[in-house]
């Protein structure tokens, strides 16, 4: 059974259109997160989510819009995508906030045209 | 700027040499971890370390916590292939519950 996972994997679409990307843990932890990895594979923080509720908002332009039914899932939803969003998304959960261990997804690819 | 500072970025050897790679800051951390990251995949954790000097073996892994717990090294003995990956530090610094991540070391082992 998969702990983590996303769908897509891959998304290719074109500025201005407005996608989602969908995650799905098994862990029964309580915190979800996304991350953006760039080309350089450098890996931050975007989004926390404890039982629901926002934690953190790391400067992330409100294109992007986190939702989280329940504990299980955590969504991203970004509108009127840009070039400069093009990179591998990764949802991630922990037992507790982190720095607990994180759990990764296999991520997202997404590369806007 | 970044905080978890690493080094080399790119590492290429042999099978059967030794590496290091290191992780720094100017921060002091209540505890560090390493993910590797293969491609196409998330990262996985190796190893948490907690405690200032404290060393820790996952086999051909030796992990090390600097003992003012501002840096780490992640040690590799007789390097496989098998070990080809992104290697990555995270931490805490300000206690904030966001993880800050090292820029990564790649290394890659030939056969």
């Known amino acids: 059974d998969t702990a983590v996972s996303q769908t897509p994997k891959y998304l290719v679409t074109q500025m201005g259109n407005d996608k989602s990307i969908k995650c799905e843990q098994n862990?029964?932890?309580?915190?979800m997160y996304w991350y953006k990895q760039d080309s350089k594979k450098f890996l931050k923080i975007m989004f926390s989510y404890n039982n629901k509720e926002l934690i953190i908002n790391e400067t992330v332009p409100n294109r992007f819009s986190p939702k989280s039914p329940d504990k299980a899932h955590l969504n991203l939803h970004i509108n009127s995508l840009e070039l400069g969003d093009s990179a591998v998304y990764f949802c991630?959960?922990?037992?507790?906030?982190?720095?607990?261990?994180?759990?990764f997804g296999p991520g997202t690819r997404l590369t806007v045209l | 700027t970044q905080l978890l500072e690493q080094s080399p970025q790119f590492l290429s050897i042999q099978e059967g040499e030794n590496l290091t790679v290191y992780c720094n800051s100017s921060?002091?951390?209540?505890?560090l971890q390493w993910y590797r990251q293969e491609p196409g995949e998330g990262p996985v954790l190796l190893v948490t370390v907690v405690t200032g000097g404290e060393v820790k073996k996952l086999k051909r892994l030796t992990f090390q916590f600097g003992d003012a717990r501002k840096d780490s090294s992640l040690h590799i003995t007789a390097a496989q292939p098998g070990d080809t990956g992104l290697y990555l530090c995270a931490g805490d610094p300000a206690n904030d519950y966001k993880l800050s991540f090292g820029a990564g070391t790649t290394v890659t082992v030939r056969a």
């Open positions: 991630a959960s922990s037992q507790d906030l982190a720095p607990d261990t994180q759990y």
């Open positions: 921060s002091v951390f209540s505890s």
């Open positions: 862990l029964g932890h309580d915190t």
